[in-house]
């Protein structure tokens, strides 16, 4: 059983596989749901047919057992007597009818059940902060459900009221653990310091019949547990369970029974000759478990999100609103992966469909290269071909230097800052110093503090060359070690060495060593949360002017690929770049997921980069998305949370998205997509009055981002020229277009599944 420990250990919850199990009975009341095959449930001696979806709840002290022949799956829920007791003691004095296998019952009653029987499961799972509050609402609001639907009252006893004193809890618990003792109402009196008198009337106003009464009921509980599924003697089981002796045990029996305990253990008795009772909680790792109930909630219709209709907005392109610009970077990997023929396609194609202004790559200054000298002609010409390629396309290279690479270096007293410098003048032969001082430099590793020196050398030397390079460090993914960052900055800063810009790598889950299953709205807002400390840090140290790079960033957490968001989320990543844009702040992404893989070495795990290409010229949602906000122009602006506008020439753009942080384990569950859809009324003014070419771009899970399928052909490493080029030309968003004469204000109604960016384009047509 998976055990809500963290609740009350006498709550459970767990997926199980049923063949066979001998009758028993349990102190709480369980409910088994069917999530998939056929059992059979004996319960006093009726038999009841389970199918898919069917639910019954088995009443505590009612004798049953369940058997099963084919392949099946039960979601089952276990609250013990302790539990009912200490939340709802009014429950101990029911019985419930509640088989959804009965002629004429309300479905929507099971429906609510099953309802909250999955998302209580799907709590347990993913334990997110509070979850188990969560948990404790949902299941009082079960029992609620239960009590005014299903409750059928067999005793002839008042009606109990719900126990609110804590006096009487403890005593209830008190008598849990020791009926079998010899326990009298006068004892328990002298334990509390009140009078037996008193005790005797609180505690029937409190739980509805005597003490006595009360006592008798929780021993014959135990001794019918006893009398079926062992054989103990009628006698020791009188006496194991509290009774002074069998005449006494036997009439209380009776009197609640009808029967003598004898006659109740003959009809009710194991049935020993048949297959040891099995049952089992299922073994699946979590992915497959989540996977099955997902499944489960998704085709029976049991999601709790609906659609969200958005109140009218008025879009006004002559209001003036602060404008925003996205300065874009195109990362590589390595310097040598410009040789590459389709890197080079890539490079160009991205550049101009999405203008790009810098290129981010490493190893320039590798080993090789260090050593490089006049006389490496062949070497020599690859690096400049690279360059030349680079310059071709207006781009200013921004070049790491890891120096970790470096540090065993130091120890043999190699010139480390004159083997640069000596690339440098190679290459001044061939560009202008004022083009190679456009360069930005960019030092990271985990050694930097101890090469602080390195980089103060480095930068005299090209100073005193004539070149003035932009420097920038890499900072801490782990934002926790933020005041080591300040104490290396200050350094820096001390060495008189001006800070052009610091990088930042943004990585939700490697934030303080969170879990892959934190709470999902942990995300909302992280990226702009982190610029926001480090230019905290900066202005604090007086770096005013110091520019931040994201040289990587993603929207959700988890190494799995369930986990990194297979699944679509264009949305999320333009409301990432809205929320964080900045005049002094870069974005770069990764050019294809080869050389992210590449670089940094998470083979397997490549859908966690933020790249453009997925596969040789196969794009990913990332690349349209930025095509979308190409078109709009240098600048736009942000009307609400979900749409930005934009205006250039006679052309006018409305960007309109559904963001939805939903837990990234929902990514298994292929039809969540489908909900969540938000819809906006949007009446837009301020436009020209004229004909206008509309096109409506759609950027959804099944227009540009066919992930699933396409993941099932990479594995085929033979595809040939012909698949490709059909995959290109079938992965990509949705556009219509239509003509219109505007002579006023205009109206349109933009539905928007989860996750999905839609682009208005109104051209006017002269």
């Given at each position: 059983?998976?055990?809500?420990?963290?609740?009350?250990?006498?709550?459970?919850?767990?997926?199980?596989?049923?063949k066979?199990?001998t009758s028993?009975?349990?102190?709480?009341?369980?409910?088994l749901?069917v999530?998939?095959?056929?059992?059979?449930?004996?319960?006093?001696g009726?038999?009841?047919?389970?199918?898919?979806?069917?639910?019954?709840?088995?009443?505590?002290?009612?004798?049953?057992?369940?058997?099963?022949?084919?392949?099946?799956?039960?979601?089952?829920?276990?609250?013990d007597y302790d539990?009912?007791?200490?939340?709802?003691?009014q429950?101990?004095?029911?019985?419930?009818?509640?088989?959804?296998?009965?002629?004429d019952?309300?479905?929507?009653?099971?429906?609510f059940?099953?309802?909250l029987?999955?998302?209580?499961?799907?709590?347990?799972?993913?334990?997110?902060?509070?979850y188990?509050?969560l948990?404790?609402?949902?299941?009082?609001?079960?029992?609620?459900?239960?009590?005014?639907?299903?409750?059928?009252?067999?005793?002839n006893?008042d009606?109990?009221?719900?126990?609110?004193?804590e006096r009487?809890?403890?005593?209830?618990?008190?008598?849990?653990?020791?009926?079998?003792?010899?326990?009298?109402?006068?004892?328990?009196?002298?334990?509390?310091?009140?009078?037996?008198?008193?005790?005797?009337r609180?505690?029937?106003?409190?739980?509805?019949?005597?003490?006595?009464?009360?006592?008798?009921?929780?021993?014959?509980?135990?001794a019918?547990?006893?009398?079926?599924?062992?054989?103990?003697?009628?006698?020791?089981?009188?006496l194991?369970?509290?009774?002074p002796?069998?005449?006494?045990?036997?009439?209380e029996f009776?009197?609640?029974?009808?029967?003598n305990?004898?006659?109740?253990?003959?009809?009710?008795?194991?049935?020993?000759d048949?297959?040891?009772?099995?049952?089992?909680?299922i073994?699946?790792?979590?992915?497959?478990?989540?996977?099955?109930?997902?499944d489960?909630?998704?085709s029976?219709?049991?999601?709790?999100e609906?659609d969200?209709?958005?109140p009218?907005?008025?879009i006004?392109?002559?209001?003036?609103?602060e404008?925003?610009?996205?300065?874009?970077?195109?990362r590589?990997?390595g310097?040598?992966?410009l040789l590459?023929?389709?890197?080079?396609?890539?490079?160009?194609?991205?550049?101009?469909?999405?203008?790009?202004?810098?290129i981010?790559?490493t190893?320039?200054?590798?080993?090789?290269?260090?050593?490089?000298h006049?006389?490496?002609?062949?070497?020599?010409?690859?690096?400049i071909s690279s360059?030349?390629?680079?310059?071709?396309l207006?781009?200013?290279?921004?070049?790491?230097?890891?120096?970790n690479d470096?540090i065993?270096?130091?120890?043999?007293?190699?010139?480390i800052?004159?083997?640069?410098?000596?690339?440098?003048n190679?290459?001044k032969?061939?560009?202008?110093?004022?083009?190679?001082?456009?360069?930005?430099?960019?030092?990271?590793?985990t050694s930097?503090?101890?090469a602080?020196?390195?980089v103060?050398?480095l930068?005299?030397?090209?100073?005193?060359?004539?070149?003035?390079?932009?420097?920038?460090?890499?900072?801490?993914?782990n934002?926790?070690q933020?005041e080591?960052?300040?104490?290396?900055?200050?350094?820096?800063k001390?060495?008189n060495?001006?800070?052009?810009f610091?990088?930042l790598?943004?990585?939700?889950?490697?934030?303080d060593?969170?879990a892959?299953y934190?709470?999902?709205?942990?995300?909302?807002?992280?990226?702009?949360?982190q610029?926001?400390r480090?230019?905290?840090?900066l202005?604090?140290?007086?770096l005013?002017?110091?520019?931040?790079?994201?040289?990587?960033f993603?929207t959700?957490?988890?190494?799995?690929?369930?986990?990194?968001?297979?699944?679509?989320?264009?949305?999320l990543?333009l409301?990432?770049?809205?929320n964080?844009?900045?005049k002094?702040v870069?974005?770069?992404?990764?050019?294809?997921?080869?050389?992210?893989?590449?670089?940094?070495k998470?083979?397997?795990?490549?859908?966690?980069?933020?790249s453009?290409?997925?596969?040789?010229?196969?794009?990913?949602?990332?690349?349209?998305?930025?095509?979308?906000?190409?078109?709009?122009?240098?600048?736009?602006?942000?009307?609400s949370?979900?749409?930005?506008?934009?205006?250039k020439?006679?052309?006018?753009?409305?960007l309109?998205f559904?963001?939805?942080?939903y837990?990234?384990?929902?990514?298994?569950?292929?039809?969540y997509i489908?909900?969540n859809r938000r819809?906006?009324?949007l009446t837009?003014?301020?436009?020209?009055k004229g004909?206008?070419l509309?096109?409506?771009h759609?950027?959804?899970?099944?227009?540009?981002?066919k992930?699933?399928?396409?993941?099932?052909?990479?594995?085929?490493?033979?595809?040939?020229?012909?698949?490709?080029?059909?995959?290109?030309?079938?992965?990509i968003?949705?556009?219509?277009?239509?003509?219109?004469?505007?002579?006023?204000?205009?109206?349109?109604?933009a539905?928007?599944?989860?996750?999905a960016?839609v682009?208005?384009?109104?051209?006017?047509?002269?």
């Amino acid at each position: 059983m998976g055990n809500i420990d963290q609740l009350h250990k006498s709550l459970r919850i767990s997926l199980q596989k049923i063949k066979d199990t001998t009758s028993h009975v349990h102190h709480g009341i369980e409910i088994l749901l069917v999530i998939k095959g056929n059992v059979c449930v004996d319960c006093l001696g009726r038999t009841y047919k389970l199918g898919s979806n069917d639910l019954i709840l088995i009443n505590r002290g009612h004798v049953h057992s369940l058997t099963s022949q084919t392949d099946n799956l039960i979601l089952s829920l276990y609250m013990d007597y302790d539990f009912l007791s200490e939340n709802f003691n009014q429950a101990l004095s029911y019985t419930f009818i509640c088989n959804s296998t009965l002629e004429d019952v309300d479905e929507s009653k099971f429906q609510f059940i099953r309802k909250l029987m999955t998302q209580i499961m799907l709590l347990d799972y993913k334990k997110e902060i509070g979850y188990n509050l969560l948990i404790k609402s949902k299941i009082y609001k079960l029992l609620y459900h239960i009590v005014t639907n299903f409750k059928y009252q067999i005793n002839n006893i008042d009606q109990p009221k719900e126990v609110t004193d804590e006096r009487i809890k403890r005593i209830l618990h008190y008598i849990s653990n020791n009926y079998m003792n010899n326990i009298t109402l006068g004892h328990i009196a002298e334990r509390e310091y009140i009078s037996i008198h008193y005790l005797s009337r609180l505690f029937k106003s409190q739980v509805g019949i005597n003490f006595q009464d009360y006592l008798s009921q929780i021993r014959l509980e135990k001794a019918v547990e006893l009398l079926i599924k062992s054989h103990i003697p009628i006698n020791k089981i009188a006496l194991k369970c509290g009774f002074p002796n069998i005449q006494s045990f036997n009439r209380e029996f009776k009197r609640k029974f009808n029967e003598n305990p004898s006659e109740y253990r003959n009809k009710n008795k194991l049935q020993t000759d048949k297959e040891k009772a099995e049952i089992h909680d299922i073994q699946l790792d979590k992915e497959q478990k989540l996977s099955v109930v997902l499944d489960y909630i998704m085709s029976n219709d049991l999601m709790d999100e609906k659609d969200v209709v958005d109140p009218p907005l008025d879009i006004d392109f002559n209001k003036k609103l602060e404008e925003k610009r996205l300065n874009k970077i195109i990362r590589i990997g390595g310097f040598d992966d410009l040789l590459n023929k389709i890197t080079q396609v890539q490079i160009k194609e991205a550049v101009k469909e999405l203008n790009f202004q810098y290129i981010y790559f490493t190893d320039l200054f590798n080993q090789t290269n260090l050593n490089i000298h006049a006389d490496s002609l062949y070497r020599l010409d690859e690096i400049i071909s690279s360059l030349n390629l680079i310059i071709s396309l207006n781009l200013i290279p921004i070049v790491e230097i890891n120096l970790n690479d470096y540090i065993h270096k130091l120890e043999i007293n190699q010139n480390i800052s004159g083997m640069i410098l000596n690339i440098f003048n190679l290459l001044k032969r061939h560009y202008s110093t004022e083009y190679l001082s456009s360069w930005h430099l960019v030092f990271r590793g985990t050694s930097l503090h101890k090469a602080v020196g390195i980089v103060e050398e480095l930068v005299n030397e090209l100073n005193n060359s004539g070149f003035n390079n932009k420097i920038g460090i890499t900072l801490s993914k782990n934002l926790n070690q933020i005041e080591e960052d300040g104490k290396l900055i200050a350094e820096i800063k001390e060495k008189n060495i001006q800070l052009g810009f610091v990088c930042l790598e943004s990585s939700p889950d490697e934030e303080d060593g969170k879990a892959e299953y934190v709470d999902h709205h942990y995300y909302e807002g992280y990226l702009k949360n982190q610029i926001k400390r480090v230019r905290r840090l900066l202005n604090d140290r007086g770096l005013y002017k110091t520019k931040i790079i994201i040289t990587n960033f993603n929207t959700l957490a988890g190494s799995g690929l369930e986990l990194a968001g297979t699944f679509f989320r264009a949305a999320l990543i333009l409301d990432t770049i809205v929320n964080s844009t900045d005049k002094d702040v870069s974005f770069s992404f990764w050019l294809s997921n080869k050389s992210y893989e590449k670089h940094t070495k998470h083979d397997g795990n490549h859908l966690r980069a933020l790249s453009l290409y997925l596969f040789q010229l196969i794009k990913r949602p990332v690349y349209f998305l930025l095509k979308f906000l190409n078109k709009c122009g240098a600048e736009f602006k942000q009307v609400s949370d979900n749409i930005i506008i934009a205006n250039k020439d006679k052309s006018y753009y409305i960007l309109a998205f559904n963001p939805y942080y939903y837990n990234p384990l929902y990514s298994l569950a292929e039809n969540y997509i489908s909900i969540n859809r938000r819809n906006m009324e949007l009446t837009i003014k301020g436009l020209k009055k004229g004909e206008y070419l509309i096109k409506k771009h759609t950027l959804d899970k099944h227009k540009g981002g066919k992930f699933e399928a396409l993941l099932s052909l990479m594995s085929m490493t033979h595809l040939d020229k012909e698949t490709l080029d059909f995959i290109e030309r079938s992965n990509i968003p949705d556009m219509k277009i239509s003509k219109q004469e505007i002579k006023g204000e205009f109206k349109i109604t933009a539905s928007i599944s989860s996750n999905a960016v839609v682009l208005y384009e109104f051209i006017k047509m002269d």
